[in-house]
């Protein structure tokens, strides 16, 4: 798969796993996990990205003694998932369009 895509549509499943409610590292992981394998060192670099592209914010809470980061979407995170399901249903089209040739000869 294009790289390019793939880091897109892996932005796009993190900020829908906390889309409902903020979320933590490994519960983000544990979230995906029915979807998507996701290392924990891919999930912190897309985590940085969306926070410096704003579309996320954190926050330290302590938990069972120790500091957990949190991670809340924000209005720029929404418009992103917003955006993605626009671009889907283009990217749908273009892939029925490539694959027509295969459904009519069969």
């Not at 940085?48 to 914010?57: G, H, I, P, S």
């Not at 954190?58 to 917003?82: A, C, P």
């Amino acid at each position: 798969m294009d790289i390019q895509l793939k880091r897109g549509l892996l932005d796009v499943c993190v900020l829908a796993a906390i889309k409902n409610e903020d979320s933590y590292g490994y519960k983000i992981i544990k979230d995906l996990k029915p979807y998507l394998e996701l290392s924990e060192s891919t999930l912190y670099t897309i985590l940085k990205r969306l926070e410096a592209a704003d579309m996320l914010t954190v926050q330290s809470m302590e938990h069972e003694g120790r500091l957990r980061k949190y991670y809340h979407i924000t209005r720029q995170g929404s418009k992103r998932i917003d955006d993605f399901k626009e671009d889907w249903k283009e990217i749908l089209s273009i892939y029925r369009f490539i694959t027509r040739e295969e459904t009519d000869h069969e």
